[in-house]
């Protein structure tokens, strides 16, 4: 069921029907999901991180028949958002992290600096192959997409600002020991899709995985431990965190589609946010995106991309070391 379904989502000939797509903006109509109440009394750690709106506002849900999933409808600011989708573009994608650009098609400089090659490509052409290129990037610990196993020497550091924020996360989820340890990145140019899977190489089964949205809407199926199981469609919008935790954390997932249908805000941030201070993110960085100078290369590429970052523990609790 789950591949069928998955096909028919991804046929490039159809427009996809939404009618049983779960939309969180209109959780009234749908009896498959449910309001979900948050612990936020959190509020002093929320403080000290610029970018995110007031928890009491956030809008948070579940799935009747996906137990474990938990999807927090936007709780970013507009410029919170830019802050982490130009973190995903200008930076994430450097050494010593890893990238999948092969190196028989981009030499070292395109390899090592993406994003600003990007920038530097004198024709339409090269611009735009430079562009869809880029699919993943990963840090802390490094998933090998053959073994999938995960190795010790393997490792880069995982960034403090994306570490804070997913212990938030998991701080108001009741997941006080959750250790970001692992990272993938992975980029969606409008046509392109990951195929039904289960993420089964972390050591650590039990710890809930993060995965943040950015730019374009994705459809996104979850299904059950089998591919037997119907999976249940979800429209994954801008700035959603979506959580499998519990059974859910190894049930078949996969996204079938990209829609371009979000519309990237290309104007002045408005002024009502209160997004002050803080030492837990580059704060030059979210100065410089509220220029639209600045912000319209981002603003171009999610234009029709999507970004996810996907974030896992990887060890037990106690374990030091894999190997
Ligand atoms: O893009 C997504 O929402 C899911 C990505 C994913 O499942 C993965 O990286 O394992
Ligand atoms: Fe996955």
Aim: a neutral charge.
């Amino acid at each position: 069921m789950f591949k069928l379904i998955f096909k028919q989502f991804k046929a490039k000939s159809s427009t996809p029907d939404l009618n049983d797509v779960v939309n969180f903006d209109k959780p009234l109509k749908d009896d498959k999901i449910c309001e979900h109440r948050l612990n936020t009394c959190h509020k002093e750690d929320l403080q000290r991180i610029p970018g995110l709106k007031s928890p009491s506002t956030w809008r948070c849900y579940k799935l009747r028949n996906h137990p474990g999933i938990v999807v927090i409808r936007n709780p970013f600011t507009e410029r919170g958002l830019r802050y982490w989708i130009s973190r995903c573009l200008r930076d994430y994608p450097r050494p010593p992290n890893i990238v999948n650009l092969n190196e028989r098609l981009f030499d070292e400089t395109v390899r090592s600096d993406w994003w600003k090659e990007l920038q530097r490509c004198q024709s339409k052409e090269d611009f735009q192959r430079t562009k869809v290129a880029m699919r993943w990037t990963t840090f802390g610990y490094h998933h090998d997409w053959d073994t999938k196993h995960y190795d010790d020497r393997m490792q880069s550091p995982f960034p403090e600002d994306l570490s804070r924020l997913c212990r938030l996360f998991a701080s108001i989820l009741g997941y006080e020991e959750f250790k970001p340890e692992a990272a993938i990145v992975n980029y969606y140019p409008v046509g392109s899709s990951l195929s039904g899977h289960v993420d089964y190489s972390e050591p650590n089964q039990s710890a809930p995985l993060f995965s943040f949205s950015f730019g374009q809407t994705a459809i996104f199926l979850i299904g059950g431990k089998s591919l037997e199981e119907t999976p249940t469609a979800l429209l994954l919008q801008s700035g959603d965190v979506l959580i499998m935790s519990g059974e859910s954390r190894l049930c078949y997932h996969a996204v079938p589609r990209i829609l371009k249908d979000h519309k990237t805000l290309n104007s002045a941030l408005p002024k009502d946010e209160d997004d002050s201070g803080g030492d837990s993110l580059d704060m030059d960085l979210f100065e410089q995106v509220g220029n639209l100078h600045f912000w319209q290369p981002f603003s171009d590429y999610i234009a029709d991309s999507r970004i996810n970052i996907n974030v896992r523990q990887v060890l037990k609790p106690g374990q030091l070391l894999l190997n």
